[in-house]
């Protein structure tokens, strides 16, 4: 449900040429941020296509978004 962890599973190939070819990969922009430095409110927002104000200023908490399924977000999904 995690932005990371969609931005992630889209990057695993399929071993099917048809289906490869129509695989909508989400490619992230901009660097890496500094955990000495890490921004605030969600340390992922820099990067994140989904980012919002909130998103800059409020650390998001982990919570149970649907059934069995946890993600510290503020746009989860
Ligand atoms: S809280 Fe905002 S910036 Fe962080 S992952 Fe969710 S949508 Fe992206």
């Given amino acids: ?6 931005a992630l599973l889209s990057a695993i190939p ?3 040429p048809e289906v490869e070819l129509r695989r909508k990969r ?3 922009e901009g660097d890496v941020p500094s955990p000495v430095n890490p921004p605030s409110g969600c340390n992922f927002h ?5 980012a919002q ?3 800059r200023e409020v650390i998001p908490v982990l919570e149970e978004k649907q059934s069995n399924h946890y993600a510290a977000c503020h746009f989860p999904g």
């Fill in 1 to 6: 449900m995690h932005p990371y962890t969609q």
């Fill in 53 to 55: 104000a909130i998103c």
């Fill in 14 to 16: 399929v071993p099917d």
């Fill in 46 to 50: 820099p990067r994140c296509w989904k």
């Fill in 26 to 28: 989400i490619i992230l």
